[in-house]
């Protein structure tokens, strides 16, 4: 036992000396959109972790041993929040034994209370599915909540880190002087989008719809969070067949064969779009992200989408 | 429907006058006169349309701008609903800090070809506990009430209260956990689940099959709550590595007697350790070992001697478990929201060395004293296959190994084996099939059937239906 304990102690000693050698600030992302953003703001400053790929439903992510690992040396954690994480982080923070990103710290960022959420529902019953009393958490959809949120993170990062701020806030202006022309560029790429009518897999989609002015007319899902079933696909062959939808929107995330089987039955284009970064080859940064939704959106909508 | 009925009668008054003007002048007027005239006709006609083109354009406008003032204060009445929404989502007043309550129910038919009130698991006397399987028939599980919230920055509190079927409450878990400590420390103070392997901290509703391990039911007597504290170490390496040391108060199996002793110091320690990380993007392992030691004093059960008479036998022994775990989840780049699997394993070996006391009641041929010394151990191995969103399918072996019961009073030739029947060397094995249908992360309804070989030469076939649901706060599971 004593030997142990020796051992034990050893172990520790040298680990903590291995772990002060590193200085830059760890941040830990629920999603890569966020770790993208950190990065953005961060530069060589940070070292951001994403914790979930845009292969990875985020409702369902496992609390792994790996990513308790990274929660444990992160000095900042930066997740979407509005319950969207409610099934893992909670215990990733309570499994890490680090105070400082337990909720209500500085190093604890909840990106969603920084913009203006929709679909905040009036009645919560779990019988309406998978559904966040906070509002719809997939605010990353809409370019203008990025910004909001790179605001508050740049505080935040310049509150942590207090000798790098003046990095952070003049690194941060000059992604959202970027940002903020490239948000005009877009508005003028998807004009054509206007009034479009969408039908959506998961309701993911929710503040894209809002800001290009898409307009959703049903869901794969029969409820938040419930996969899609033969019978409820069945309803939207008839439903669609009265009012036809442009696109069917799912993300790399979604099993594709539902929207596929709906898109063959109507003829209606089959669109995948990232959803976040590296929810496809060319939406490698913040800015690809947005740069492929579009071009996708606008290839479908002049190609196909226009029988 | 406005435009066009206004301006088909201003158009009718135009025609009927320029009509009888034009009629009336054509019996005296030249041909100059009537030049003159229609030219001043056309003059009136070009200015009343443009007239009218005129009012029609305003009237549109105005139009637009009511449709626009309209709109927007479509989009403002929405904006201040969700403002208000936004407000109200966060409710105010004294319940504003209630703890996040869930509960849960379950309940199972059960078809047993054996009766599981005289269940035992031979060559693994006595096991204490709960180990039996669920009654024959329709019967409701244990239902479970839970609190849980922080109760400010340093701690977190957890209070699990276990309702049973026979009308009785038992605190199942209640602890304190500390949010803040750092450096990869955490204290936990209270009732806890021991850490002692995998399966033993897991909740009943979260487990994969309707019942545990014959392993965890011989060796923790179905699930091991320890009253105590445990400190726990997370390295801080990329690699999971954790170190942990529980103290208890030895108040249950395999510690004992039933509550534990009246004795200052701790009944039981536990020293764990964990190592884990991903495999690519689709696989996430860990693997771990524990060592419990418990002082276990005046372990009684019952035994029926070569005399045919029930006896009351009594162990006081030092007991040392090790348990090597192992579980492996893989999905699909790590989605799982279709397909999933899961591996879990856990084998365990445990030596106990001290006392047997035969007949402490002196009921058949006399209280006697000799040494006791065992060696045991036991497996399982598991799978669960996620085929299909809400569907799964699972398999588990198990297999436990008595070993041989050293007694001093057998060797030294006072009593014979046939006085410890329940000694007598024995290998169960139990194979278990279950299929289970998902809707949600918030109900579940399980098929299982099971071979269990845990009575020697009598194979019990066990068929259970269960149901299993969880309302209230959203609880995360642990990996």
């Given amino acids: 036992m004593k030997k142990i304990f020796i051992v034990m102690a050893g172990t520790l000693a040298a680990m903590m000396a291995a772990a002060s050698a590193v200085a830059a600030i760890n941040v830990f992302a629920c999603e890569p959109e966020w770790a993208a953003l950190a990065t953005e703001i961060g530069g060589d400053r940070i070292n951001a972790?994403?914790?979930?790929?845009?292969?990875?439903?985020?409702?369902?992510?496992?609390?792994?041993?790996?990513?308790?690992?990274?929660?444990?040396?992160?000095?900042?954690?930066?997740?979407?929040?509005?319950?969207?994480?409610?099934?893992?982080?909670?215990?990733?923070l309570t499994q890490s034994g680090n105070a400082?990103?337990?909720?209500?710290?500085?190093?604890?960022?909840?990106?969603?209370?920084?913009?203006?959420?929709?679909?905040?529902?009036?009645?919560?019953?779990?019988?309406?599915?998978?559904?966040?009393p906070g509002g719809n958490?997939?605010?990353?959809?809409?370019?203008?909540?990025?910004?909001?949120?790179?605001?508050?993170?740049?505080?935040?990062?310049?509150?942590?880190?207090?000798?790098?701020?003046?990095?952070?806030?003049?690194?941060?202006?000059?992604?959202?002087?970027?940002?903020?022309?490239?948000?005009?560029?877009?508005?003028?790429?998807?004009?054509?989008?206007?009034?479009?009518?969408?039908?959506?897999?998961?309701?993911?989609?929710?503040?894209?719809?809002?800001?290009?002015?898409?307009?959703?007319?049903?869901?794969?899902?029969?409820?938040?969070?419930?996969?899609?079933?033969?019978s409820h696909l069945a309803e939207l062959v008839e439903g669609m067949r009265r009012e036809p939808a442009k696109f069917i929107v799912y993300s790399a995330y979604n099993d594709p064969k539902a929207a596929g089987f709906l898109s063959q039955r109507t003829g209606v284009p089959a669109v995948l779009l990232p959803f976040t970064v590296g929810g496809t080859e060319s939406a490698r940064d913040l800015f690809s992200l947005f740069d492929d939704t579009l071009s996708r959106l606008l290839s479908a909508a002049q190609g196909k989408g226009s029988k | 429907m406005f435009r066009s009925s206004n301006r088909a009668p201003a158009i009718a008054a135009l025609t009927a006058s320029l009509f009888f003007s034009t009629a009336h002048d054509a019996h005296a007027a030249s041909d100059d006169d009537l030049k003159e005239l229609r030219e001043q006709v056309r003059q009136l006609k070009d200015l009343y349309e443009k007239k009218i083109n005129e009012l029609e354009a305003r009237l549109k406008q105005a139009e637009q701008t009511a449709g626009q003032a309209k709109s927007s204060a479509t989009a403002a009445q929405a904006t201040a609903e969700q403002v208000a929404v936004q407000a109200s989502s966060r409710t105010a007043g004294e319940g504003a800090f209630n703890p996040g309550i869930s509960a849960i129910l379950n309940g199972v038919y059960g078809n047993l070809s054996q009766n599981p009130t005289n269940y035992r698991i031979n060559g693994f006397v006595p096991t204490m506990g709960e180990v039996a399987p669920p009654n024959r028939g329709l019967s409701l599980g244990e239902s479970e009430i839970a609190f849980s919230a922080n109760i400010d920055r340093h701690f977190r509190g957890t209070l699990v209260a276990a309702l049973a079927p026979?009308?009785?409450?038992?605190?199942?878990?209640?602890?304190?956990?500390?949010?803040?400590?750092?450096?990869g420390f955490m204290l936990k103070a209270g009732r806890f689940f021991s850490s002692v392997g995998y399966q033993n901290e897991i909740h009943a509703h979260a487990w994969d099959f309707t019942d545990m391990p014959l392993a965890n039911k011989v060796f923790l007597g179905n699930q091991l709550a320890e009253d105590g504290f445990q400190i726990k170490w997370v390295a801080p390496t990329d690699l999971y590595a954790d170190v942990g040391l529980e103290f208890g108060r030895g108040r249950k199996f395999p510690g004992g007697p039933d509550g534990g002793r009246m004795k200052n110091g701790f009944g039981s320690t536990n020293l764990f350790a964990h190592l884990g990380?991903?495999?690519?993007?689709?696989?996430?392992?860990?693997?771990?070992?524990?060592?419990?030691?418990?002082?276990?004093?005046?372990?009684?059960?019952?035994?029926?001697?070569?005399t045919g008479t029930g006896v009351t036998n009594s162990i006081g022994a030092a007991s040392r478990l090790w348990v090597i775990d192992g579980v492996l989840k893989w999905a699909p780049n790590g989605n799982a929201s279709n397909t999933s699997f899961k591996l879990q394993g856990e084998y365990f070996r445990r030596t106990e060395d001290g006392q047997l006391t035969y007949d402490t009641a002196a009921a058949s041929l006399g209280t006697q004293s000799g040494s006791y010394l065992s060696k045991q151990s036991g497996w399982y191995l598991q799978g669960v296959y996620q085929f299909q969103p809400e569907w799964r399918?699972?398999?588990?072996?198990?297999?436990?190994?008595?070993?041989?019961?050293?007694?001093?009073?057998?060797?030294?030739?006072?009593?014979?084996?046939?006085?410890?029947?329940?000694?007598?060397?024995?290998?169960?094995?139990?194979?278990?099939?279950?299929?289970?249908?998902?809707?949600?992360?918030?109900?579940?309804?399980?098929?299982?059937?099971?071979?269990?070989?845990?009575?020697?030469?009598?194979a019990d076939n066990q068929l259970f239906l269960q149901y299993i649901i969880s309302m209230g706060a959203h609880g995360g599971h642990k990996f």
């Fill in chain 1, 49 to 92: 972790y994403s914790a979930t790929t845009a292969l990875q439903d985020p409702h369902r992510i496992e609390a792994r041993p790996s990513l308790i690992a990274r929660v444990r040396n992160a000095d900042l954690v930066v997740c979407t929040g509005s319950e969207l994480e409610i099934g893992w982080l909670p215990i990733l």
């Fill in chain 1, 100 to 132: 400082k990103v337990q909720g209500g710290r500085p190093g604890n960022f909840e990106a969603a209370q920084y913009v203006s959420r929709l679909e905040i529902p009036k009645v919560l019953d779990r019988a309406m599915g998978d559904i966040h």
């Fill in chain 1, 137 to 230: 958490p997939h605010i990353q959809t809409d370019p203008r909540n990025i910004a909001k949120v790179a605001e508050a993170l740049i505080a935040r990062l310049a509150q942590i880190d207090a000798p790098g701020a003046e990095s952070y806030r003049s690194r941060g202006k000059a992604f959202l002087e970027r940002w903020q022309a490239a948000i005009a560029r877009w508005e003028q790429q998807a004009a054509p989008l206007r009034g479009l009518p969408v039908v959506v897999h998961h309701k993911a989609w929710t503040y894209l719809e809002a800001w290009l002015g898409l307009r959703e007319v049903a869901t794969l899902e029969p409820q938040p969070g419930v996969p899609p079933s033969p």
């Fill in chain 2, 166 to 183: 026979e009308d009785s409450v038992s605190v199942e878990e209640a602890h304190i956990q500390t949010l803040g400590l750092s450096n």
């Fill in chain 2, 277 to 306: 990380g991903d495999w690519g993007t689709g696989a996430a392992w860990r693997v771990g070992l524990s060592h419990l030691r418990t002082r276990v004093h005046d372990r009684a059960f019952n035994d029926v001697d070569s």
């Fill in chain 2, 393 to 458: 399918l699972g398999y588990r072996y198990d297999r436990l190994d008595s070993g041989t019961t050293g007694l001093g009073l057998v060797v030294g030739g006072a009593l014979t084996a046939a006085d410890f029947p329940i000694f007598a060397s024995y290998r169960p094995t139990r194979n278990t099939l279950m299929l289970d249908w998902s809707a949600g992360e918030f109900s579940r309804v399980r098929l299982q059937f099971a071979r269990d070989r845990a009575r020697a030469g009598i």
